[in-house]
C-alpha cells in the first residue's frame, strides 16, 4: 500500500472501503475496496474527508484482484454464456440459453487446489435457462502472485472448464406397452407424464403407439421409429425382471447396442438406454417414472436431450447421491438427488 493525495489519486486502486455517512440517509460503502478512482470521485472523496488514500501500488509479478477474476474467467467462459463486470473482485457467468451445463470437475478441482483461487458452480450436467448465474470466481486476497494464474492456466489447458449445450433432441416417439393399457383395462397415466416431460427440453412426441406385452410388435415399433427418423425413442412399462416384462428384451432384439440395464438410483433402477449406430437413444422407463416427482430420467434426460452419449461410467457415478429421499415436499431439482 501507498499513502497518497486524494488528488493525486485518478486511476489508482483503492486498497480498503470507503465509508461514507450521511446522518439520517445513509451510511454505507460509498467506495469499495479495490476501486479504480475516477476523476468525479475526487470531490467526492474530499467531502467525506479523506485527504489522503491508501492505493495499491502495482508490483511486478503481481496482480490486482480484477485483473485475476478475468483471468480465472478466461479458464471457464465458452459459447452461449456471458460475464458481468467485475465487482469487489469478483466475475459471475450467465447463462444465455436453455441447454445442459457441464463442468469439467477433475480440472476445476485442480484450479480450487491453488492456494488462494476460487471458481464456484452449480452441479454439472443440470439443465439451465436464460439468466441462469452458472459460476461465480475470484482471488481472496486483494492482490495476488501472478504465477499462482499462471500455474491455473497451465493446468487447464485451453479447453474452457465449462460448457452450455443449446437442446438438439426435437422429436420422440413414446411406445407404451402393456396389454391393460392396450385393452383399455386402464386409463393410460404413463403418456402424460412423459410428454410433460419431454416437453420441458423442447422434444415433441409425433408418434404414440400401444403395443400390449408381444416383444415382437415392441421390437417391430422400436425399428419402425428410428427409420421414420425420431430423435428420442421411448417405451414405457414392463422393465422388471418378472417373467412377463419383455420390453428389455426387445430394445435388445431392435439393434440397439446397450448402455446400461439397471442403474445405482432409487427411483428408477429398472431404468434402460441404449443407442442404434448412428447415435439415435432408445430407453426403456420403468414405472417409477409415472408418479415419482424426480427419477432416473429426469437425471439423465438433460443430457440425452442435449444429445450427449451417455456411458456405463456415467451411470455408475450416479450411485452417490442417487437415493431420493421422498420429502414430502418436493423441491426437485433445487435438491441433492442425483448430485454425487
Known amino acids: 500500500m501507498k499513502l497518497i493525495r486524494t488528488e493525486e489519486a485518478v486511476g489508482r486502486v483503492l486498497c480498503h472501503d470507503m465509508t461514507q455517512i450521511i446522518p439520517g440517509v445513509y451510511k454505507d460503502a460509498r467506495f469499495r475496496k479495490g476501486h479504480i478512482v475516477a476523476e468525479e470521485d475526487i470531490p467526492v472523496l474530499l467531502a467525506m474527508g479523506k485527504e489522503n488514500l491508501y492505493v495499491w501500488e502495482k508490483t511486478e509479478g503481481m496482480l490486482h484482484e480484477d485483473e485475476a477474476a478475468l483471468r480465472l474467467r478466461d479458464l471457464c467462459i465458452s459459447e452461449h454464456m456471458h460475464c458481468t463486470e467485475v465487482k469487489e473482485g469478483k466475475v ?6 436453455d441447454g445442459l451445463f457441464e463442468v469439467d470437475t477433475e480440472r476445476l478441482c485442480a484450479v480450487n487446489g491453488i492456494d488462494e ?37 497451465q493446468t487447464t489447458g485451453k479447453k474452457p472448464l465449462l460448457r452450455l449445450t443449446p437442446w438438439k433432441l426435437k422429436t ?7 396389454s391393460e393399457v392396450a385393452k383399455g383395462l386402464i386409463e393410460d397415466k404413463f403418456t402424460p407424464v412423459v410428454e410433460r416431460k419431454l416437453a420441458a427440453f423442447g422434444i415433441r412426441m409425433i408418434r404414440h403407439v400401444l403395443t400390449g406385452d408381444d416383444p415382437g410388435r415392441i421390437r417391430e415399433e422400436i425399428v419402425k421409429a428410428h427409420e421414420d427418423g425420431m430423435d428420442l425413442v421411448l417405451c414405457t412399462g414392463g422393465m422388471s425382471v418378472d417373467p ?18 439397471g442403474a445405482p438410483t432409487l427411483p428408477g433402477a429398472m431404468f434402460c438406454l441404449g443407442y442404434f449406430e448412428d447415435g439415435t437413444p432408445v430407453a426403456g422407463l420403468p414405472g417409477c417414472v409415472m408418479y415419482a416427482k424426480a427419477t432416473i430420467f429426469d437425471l439423465v434426460l438433460p443430457r440425452i436431450a442435449a444429445g450427449v452419449a451417455l456411458k456405463r461410467s456415467d451411470f455408475v457415478r450416479l450411485g452417490h447421491g442417487g437415493l431420493c429421499l421422498g420429502c414430502d415436499t418436493c423441491h426437485y431439482p433445487a435438491c441433492g438427488f442425483g448430485k454425487g
Open 244 to 261: 412377463d416384462d419383455r420390453t428389455p428384451g426387445a430394445i435388445a432384439r431392435s439393434g440397439v447396442k446397450i448402455v446400461t440395464y
Open 92 to 97: 459471475e457467468l450467465i447463462a444465455d440459453k
Open 117 to 153: 483461487l476460487m471458481i464456484a458452480t452449480r452441479h454439472t450436467n443440470t439443465a439451465v435457462h436464460p439468466g441462469d448465474k452458472l459460476a461465480g470466481m475470484r482471488v481472496i486476497p486483494l492482490v495476488i502472485e501472478e504465477e499462482k494464474l499462471e500455474r491455473a492456466e
Open 172 to 178: 420422440a416417439a413414446v411406445i407404451t406397452t402393456g
